[in-house]
């Protein structure tokens, strides 16, 4: 016993004199575990904790999965499961994981029970040691059981059909409540908002007396971190975050503050909670919150809104068909001046019908994939059911969102059910509410995860937005949402090189338009030099401030003149993004294969928050030339008109008003704002308004692929199930 103990990696707690394993009969065995608790698993998310669950395997088939322990590293189960086994050298094969909502599962380690060591008729105690079969030396933590092994006489042929009975409702069961989980998190009925205004005598974590805090806010799988605050006890972020409040949640919001302590893990600075059960709705609420554990206080300010945002249905049910309900939401969001001032936050809906999908990428090994379709609109999420063992799956369903910002972009992603691991990508789309043709059903390829490229297969949409123009172009002018579920940002050569080159393209662009200004000085073309020398004595002689927004409105203008007359220059700057992202797919895998072999993220771990800065910063100087570009050049019509609308109302008010007023305007409002508004969160109209504008890299994201002409929205291929 004790020679199988170390054999397996098993603690069995039981009587010294214990008998020898009974021999192995051809026969069925009948195997109750009782999943105890796990002790110091691994940790997998940033606030230090997990949300661990377990998976029973025999023979390759998934027989079992716990419940999910949220934010606990030492979780107690205590669930019972009773498995019939018709062989005892298949092991039981334990696995943890780490549910992260909309991501792929963290593996937190692994385990096998021999049952060929276990004795029989006695309930034994046993502790399971997690590994990574690629970390072995890891410390990933245990698990203990309670196992019984019982033989089960009697014909074999009735046992053997009662095992396959049992696997089958087994597996069943999983089905039908991981369903039924994914339903209840997906439909969501309010929104808590939350801003985050600032902190008093927090702890002093540094050794120069001061702390560098940020604050960490969590509700169920709902994940937000605030910016970082350098060298201050008094921290002011204003920053606000939206959650969204669902039937099964316990509603309470749980925040922790940290320390940002460079190459070193980040200190904990203390805790609090809101409990959302004791506040009204519909008003905002001023809580200044003492952190446990810690010292000091935190400022929020939280409002609680009800809503019903989203839903879901059949093709057969849906509003926008009815007439009568349509005319209503057209009523509801006309440009009246009257609907224009209510509720500035409800912009529109938008449907999505999700007919069909043809030709997918088969991810089993039958040749098959169990394709379902998730659409995402911001931070609402909903998902189609499972069709199984299909490459032209038909779903027929439709989904219905609010529009918060018409600038959101909808994302339409295919992925294949694998119940043994997180789901397989198949493909995806990403469609701009701007660029939707209302009730047109149309046949979209679908692309890789970087939308960079085409992946097999097509999805069939009917897309239909409805908004109120006049609140679209002021919600322009507020931040930009922030997502909840975004991957997290690593190193990569590729993407260095890539944005390096875009930065370089504005720069050049600059360069460029320096020499033809000094050409004009040269007399390289005399024709040229004249009129410009006649311009300038011209524009200086007669300046004024007002002609300064209107001289930006002449590459709006003539930009929509050279579209109009057939000749887009956008075309050029898109070639040029579409090369640089096909270079990088190319090497992308490779990047990836010598990072592991040479452990490059191991080696540079010191400096990979530094590359990470770097690369995001090339990325923002490049997004935002090219956005200020794309304004100009017409990318998107609504955005280039309204920049026409404020360059025109700026002109009107620099003609008709002295400069002295509006300096004088400025700073008073300027002055008298905190005042005014203690719990104000500062933002720039302008920098809110270029965030809505693609940069070239989203221009060729959101790119539909040209398709083959035998994919029409009317064309039907016949059905292939499995």
């Not at 020679?3 to 010294?16: A, E, H, K, Y």
């Not at 004199?17 to 069925?28: E, L, Y």
């Not at 506040?279 to 905002?284: D, N, V, Y």
């Not at 360069?511 to 311009?535: M, V």
Request: hydrophobic share 40%; charged share 25%.
């Amino acid at each position: 016993m004790l020679l199988l103990s170390l054999r397996f990696g098993i603690n069995i707690v039981g009587p010294s004199n214990a008998d020898p394993p009974a021999p192995i009969h051809p026969r069925m065995y009948q195997l109750d575990i009782v999943l105890k608790k796990g002790n110091n698993l691994a940790i997998r998310d940033r606030g230090g904790t997990s949300d661990p669950y377990v998976k029973f395997k025999i023979a390759g088939k998934e027989v079992f999965r716990s419940k999910t322990i949220h934010k606990n590293l030492n979780p107690v189960w205590d669930e019972k499961v009773s498995l019939l086994v018709d062989s005892l050298r298949e092991p039981l094969y334990v696995k943890v994981f780490d549910y992260d909502f909309g991501l792929q599962d963290d593996f937190m380690g692994s385990a096998h029970l021999y049952l060929e060591s276990l004795e029989h008729h006695r309930t034994l105690d046993v502790t399971l040691d997690l590994k990574d079969p690629h970390y072995p030396d890891h410390n990933l933590g245990s698990l203990e059981l309670g196992v019984t092994l019982t033989p089960k006489e009697g014909d074999f042929r009735e046992a053997t059909m009662l095992l396959r009975r049992s696997w089958k409702r087994s597996s069943k069961h999983q089905s039908l409540r991981l369903s039924d989980v994914h339903r209840k998190a997906q439909l969501w009925r309010g929104i808590v908002s939350i801003s985050l205004i600032e902190g008093r005598n927090l702890q002093p974590m540094d050794t120069n007396g001061l702390s560098d805090p940020y604050v960490k806010f969590r509700m169920g799988h709902q994940k937000y971190k605030s910016k970082t605050i350098n060298k201050t006890l008094n921290p002011q972020w204003r920053e606000q975050f939206d959650f969204h409040l669902y039937d099964e949640q316990g509603g309470f919001i749980d925040i922790t503050v940290w320390d940002k302590d460079a190459g070193k893990k980040d200190d904990f600075m203390g805790r609090c909670q809101v409990d959302l059960s004791v506040l009204p709705k519909e008003c905002t609420h001023r809580l200044d919150l003492p952190l446990e554990e810690g010292e000091g206080t935190l400022v929020l300010l939280v409002t609680l809104t009800a809503s019903a945002a989203v839903s879901i249905s059949d093709l057969s049910v849906n509003i926008l068909d009815d007439p009568h309900e349509r005319r209503e939401i057209l009523h509801r969001y006309s440009n009246s001046l009257r609907t224009s001032l209510h509720n500035i936050k409800d912009v529109g809906v938008v449907q999505v019908k999700v007919i069909r999908a043809e030709g997918l990428m088969a991810a089993d090994v039958t040749g098959k994939s169990d394709p379902f379709c998730v659409v995402e609109l911001s931070n609402d999420r909903l998902q189609t059911h499972t069709v199984y063992k299909n490459l032209n799956p038909e779903w027929n369903k439709v989904f219905t969102f609010n529009v918060k910002d018409i600038h959101s972009v909808l994302e339409v992603t295919v992925y294949d059910e694998d119940r043994d691991r997180s789901a397989d990508f198949l493909g995806k789309v990403a469609i701009p509410l701007l660029s939707i043709q209302n009730g047109e059903r149309k046949a979209y390829a679908l692309k890789s995860k970087e939308l960079t490229g085409p992946t097999k297969g097509v999805i069939f949409l009917e897309l239909d937005v409805i908004y109120n123009a006049v609140k679209a172009g002021l919600r322009t002018l507020i931040p930009i949402e922030q997502k909840y579920i975004e991957e997290e940002p690593r190193v990569s050569k590729q993407l260095l090189l890539q944005n390096f080159n875009r930065v370089r393209r504005c720069i050049m662009f600059l360069i460029n338009a320096g020499c033809y200004i000094n050409s004009c000085f040269e007399w390289e073309s005399p024709q040229r030099s004249i009129c410009a020398f006649l311009l300038f004595i011209v524009v200086v002689w007669n300046f004024e401030l007002y002609m300064i927004p209107l001289a930006l409105l002449l590459p709006l203008a003539w930009n929509y003149i050279l579209i109009a007359s057939g000749k887009d220059t956008r075309q050029g700057d898109v070639q040029a993004v579409e090369d640089l992202l096909e270079d990088e797919d190319e090497d992308y895998d490779r990047d990836d294969k010598d990072s592991e072999k040479k452990g490059f993220m191991n080696k540079l771990y010191a400096i990979q928050d530094v590359c990470i800065s770097v690369q995001s910063a090339l990325d923002e100087v490049a997004s935002y030339g090219e956005r200020i570009k794309n304004t100009f050049n017409w990318t998107v019509p609504f955005l280039s008109w309204l920049a026409i609308v404020a360059l025109c109302v700026a002109t009107v008010i620099v003609y008709f008003i002295p400069l002295r007023y509006i300096v004088l305007a400025w700073g008073v409002n300027k002055f008298t704002k905190k005042l005014r508004d203690p719990y104000t969160i500062d933002n720039n109209e302008l920098l809110d308004f270029l965030s809505r504008v693609p940069s070239d890299v989203q221009v060729v994201q959101y790119r539909e692929l040209k398709l083959d002409p035998s994919h029409s929205p009317n064309k039907r291929k016949k059905n292939n199930p499995g």
